[in-house]
């Protein structure tokens, strides 16, 4: 029995949501705006097709992905209210709908179609926002898997919301398996979302760097004929720099979107969150600020487009058909695609117009018949080419790259080749792997490569050595080569060196000393010379003054009198000792000071009159005990100290008299 599709607005669905009129029609579902009656609210209703509602593992899946989505709490989240099955219709026919939050506006699409490329400012912002939603989401386990401008909405106040959050994933399930269809909007497909049916977080990074790809060149990086086309750029190509398209893009926006783009999954970022805080990074190292989102010119809503209130993200390939005559599908970015993963069962050519109902078809003519076996051949060989071509997108282009970490280079080549890659080799230093040993690969041991694709080999180059630095080499040309070789240069001013040889400045040596192994990250201390050394400072020690004093001068010194002082082994008026010490090199100048001897030769009196010796030792600074000349005629017949000995001044010597 056929049944009629009637229209649902006028409808209370759940008793509860009145649908007041269509937004807009895809080819999975329709969107209506509605109101909750209960709470009073403007909604958006979108209602799923008559043909899904019918498929109970379909509504299954939609309502648990429903109620996924509906534990997204997040600002630039489209808000999902609720979700049901409505059969108050007919008992032949219920109706699966999801309510979600009425945004007011336009999408991405929209501002896109209108403005061009968008000005860097007003990129990142909505980038910025999109990732936002994205990463909440990642943090619940929740992987988009559409990521497109129709699906992110600009309310009319600037706000930005991402929709659709886990639909795709329901249409999948809807009488297909990974396994067999890609599903997805083909402009921003990963390559594993081609290659494998994979999605997950890093899916959606790669998606989101296609969409700001867009954003600042105003156009997605592959647009081909077919959809077919478009998958195989993404997985053979890669997205060329936006700065090809746009020359004012600075490098730094070129390598975060070449980064979030790599084919390979694990050079991504490895979610929405990662991918974030990379492009705040950029955005401020650019010094590039927040700006208002202006809300584009909303479009009339027409049978097939996209609303600004909630877009049709699982809009699909109605059915999928034989491989052996693929039709044309849009290449460009404006909806999600069903396309074939493998080939597809033919059950056998269908009934031409000489069939009669019922019965076998009628023996075509001789001429017909040689006609209708060129297009059979045909029809195999289109069949055989496409079968290989999807054999080909399936994994027989592929192959997992070999373990050959701790080979040399000659058995890595070898196995490497053997697998059908071709390897290229680079070195590194590895403070474990001895010299010349596989210490990984990119793509890494395990990972699908492409067959005839490059794998990146890098080698050990063992240890750093402490590099060969020359003495006079400058203190830059030093710091330089012991960066290249993966050391830390140090400069310590408590470990320079006077040198005669080295001019100031420049290096006299490092430690550890050149030749030396090291680990990756050492320090090594770079000894700079403090010129010719200082000259010591010459001993004129019983000199006298003034032959000090000519000394010093000559030796480049500043001598000046430090006083005198007492010094038995020295006479009277010679040098005792300068300060700095003889022998020494001053630190705070030239200045040298002399110290001159002040002792007293204790002079010979013995035999002298009392009288006399008195005299004399008293004019020599000493003093006398032991001799009174108020007696009368006497002399000395000893004295103590003896003759000739050096003495203080002001030293007693005792006299003994006669008579």
Known sequence: MTRTDHSPVGALLDRRYRVDRLLARGGMSSVYR??????????????????????????????????????????????????GFDTTAGADEGRAFLVMELVDGGTLRDLLDQRGPLDLPLALTIAEQVLSALAAAHTEGLVHRDVKPEN????????????DFGLVRAVASANTTSASVILGTVAYLSPEQVTSGSANER??????????????????????????????????????????????????????????????????????????????????????????????????????????????????????????????????????????????P???????????????PAAPPPRRRGRMVLWALAGLLVAAGVGALVWWFAGGRWVAVPQVTGLDRAAAEQQLRAAELVPEFAEERHNTAPRGTVIGTDPAAGTDALVGGVVR??????????????????????????????????????????????????????????GSEANIGDRVTIVVSKGPPPTPVPSVKGKSRDEAFQILQQAGFEPFDAGEEFAADVPAGSVTRTDPEAGTTPGGGTRVGVFVSNAVEVPSVVGRPTRDAVQLLSDAGLQVQGADERRGFSFVVDQDPDPGQRVPKGTTVNLRVLP
């Open 34 to 83: 509605g109101v909750d009656t209960r709470l009073d609210r403007p909604v958006a209703i979108k209602i799923m097709d008559p043909r899904f509602a019918d498929d109970r593992s379909f509504v299954d899946r939609f309502e648990w992905e429903a109620r996924s989505a509906a534990r997204l709490h997040h600002p630039h989240v489209v808000a999902v209210h609720d979700q």
């Open 152 to 163: 992110v909405l600009i309310g009319r106040g600037g706000s930005v919301k991402v929709g």
């Open 203 to 344: 899916g959606d990074v790669y998606s989101t760097g296609i969409l700001l790809y867009e954003m600042l060149t105003g156009r997605v990086p592959y647009t081909a004929d077919t959809a077919l086309s478009v998958a195989y750029r993404h997985v053979n190509d890669d997205v060329p720099a936006p700065s090809l398209a746009r020359r004012d893009l600075p490098p730094a926006l070129d390598d975060l979107v070449l980064r979030v783009t790599r084919r390979d999954p694990q050079a991504r970022p490895a979610d929405a969150r990662v991918f974030l805080a990379e492009l705040e990074q950029v955005r401020t190292s650019l010094g590039i600020t927040s700006v208002p989102v202006p809300a584009p010119v909303r479009p009339q809503a027409e049978s097939a487009g996209s609303p600004s209130e909630v877009t049709d993200a699982e809009r699909t390939i109605p059915a999928f058909q034989a491989v052996t005559t693929v039709q044309p599908v849009p290449g460009g970015p404006r909806g999600t695609q069903a396309l074939p993963r493998g080939p597809l």
């Open 346 to 360: 033919m059950d056998g050519p269908p009934p031409g117009p000489g069939t009669p109902p019922g019965g076998e």
């Open 457 to 514: 080999v890098t080698l050990s180059l063992g240890k750093p050595i402490v590099p060969d630095i020359s003495p006079g080499m400058s203190v830059e040309q030093a710091e330089n080569a012991i960066r290249e070789v993966q050391l830390e240069p140090r400069l310590d001013p408590n470990a320079d060196q006077f040198s005669a040889e080295v001019p100031e400045g420049a290096v006299v040596t490092v430690s550890p000393r050149p």
